[in-house]
């Protein structure tokens, strides 16, 4: 295992940049990182950006000096890279993609849709912004072909558009905006079907046969599936949602969440064996291996050595 550095080449904020990978572990690359006393915002999925003045701090630690070709071609080779289509995308490329895909599933409500649009750019999210949102709506695309039905899209559209932290209160606050908002556009019974849809979010545990139900919630669930540069973003984002819960209450909470999920069950009843953590066939099909990988690991870390984990070297405001 190596630690290897790039020379700092890379002009930004008035300083030059270097880029700080692991050839073999993204835990080695976290620690170093933090030694170097790098904050995490400074990761990017596969590497952390470090200025020029912490350069020779870095070779000092025992960072490896390389060309950025090489950095690049052992990245690949660690099997860590990557690539920019799997990276979550900027918050501006994302308020493009849902502007583009409000305009299309809602032709003639531009005011309403910038609304929306707002209440997911408020600066208090960090996972669930705008780009949560552009990832679920996606999903649902991988999941029906491009062709999601309305009430789903909208669902999805609705689901985090009121988000304080408040699990449960927030959910039934964006159910009873939906109705309010959307009554008197797609009429009463669609608009109270996109609200049954949004208060599913609470649990994901739509009852058998509930086509939409399972489609909204694997979609919503679709992040854990995602590589593990970007399932630590992710999880980076959540811990940063919850800055004001102490480390260590919120380790256990994350904890106990982890192992719900494992176990197939939900925050509001326990796990099961056997049961699935996507209710689609598709959903289970496209992520369920893939999610489960990223959640035992994350398990593994939270159980082992919790203090030292990625999670507890979160840089809090």
Do not use: K
């Amino acid at each position: 295992m190596a630690i290897l550095i790039d020379e700092p080449r890379w002009p930004n904020h008035g300083t030059l940049w270097a880029h700080l990978v692991s050839d073999a572990s993204l835990s080695e690359l976290h620690g170093f990182a933090s030694t170097l006393g790098i904050p995490t915002r400074g990761f990017d999925h596969d590497h952390y950006d470090v200025p020029a003045h912490l350069h020779a701090a870095a070779l000092g630690l025992g960072a490896l000096p390389v060309s950025s070709g090489e950095l690049v071609r052992r990245l690949i080779a660690s099997g860590l890279r990557v690539p920019a289509r799997h990276r979550a995308p900027s918050r501006a490329a994302a308020v493009e993609d849902a502007v583009r895909r409000w305009d299309h599933l809602m032709p003639g409500h531009p005011h309403l849709g910038a609304s929306l649009t707002g209440r997911w750019r408020e600066p208090h999210r960090h996972y669930h912004d705008v780009r949560h949102l552009t990832q679920c709506l996606a999903a649902l695309d991988e999941l029906t072909g491009g062709t999601p039905t309305r009430p789903v899209a909208l669902a999805a559209w609705y689901h985090d558009a009121v988000y304080l932290g408040r699990p449960g209160q927030d959910e039934e606050a964006a159910a009873a905006l939906a109705e309010a908002e959307l009554a008197p556009v797609v009429g009463e019974p669609e608009a109270r079907e996109v609200a049954r849809l949004v208060r599913l979010t609470t649990t994901h545990a739509p009852d058998p046969g509930d086509q939409s139900g399972a489609l909204l919630s694997d979609a919503d669930l679709s992040i854990l599936a995602v590589n593990q540069g970007r399932y630590h973003v992710y999880l980076r984002d959540v811990r940063l949602e919850y800055s004001h819960v102490p480390d260590a209450e919120f380790l256990e909470g994350r904890r106990q969440v982890v192992e719900s999920l494992l176990g197939g069950g939900t925050l509001a009843e326990a796990p099961s064996p056997g049961r699935h953590l996507f209710h689609s066939p598709q959903g289970r099909d496209l992520w369920e291996a893939d999610a489960r990988e990223n959640l035992q690991a994350e398990l593994r870390s939270l159980t082992s050595d919790p203090e030292n984990g990625w999670l507890a070297r979160v840089t809090l405001p």
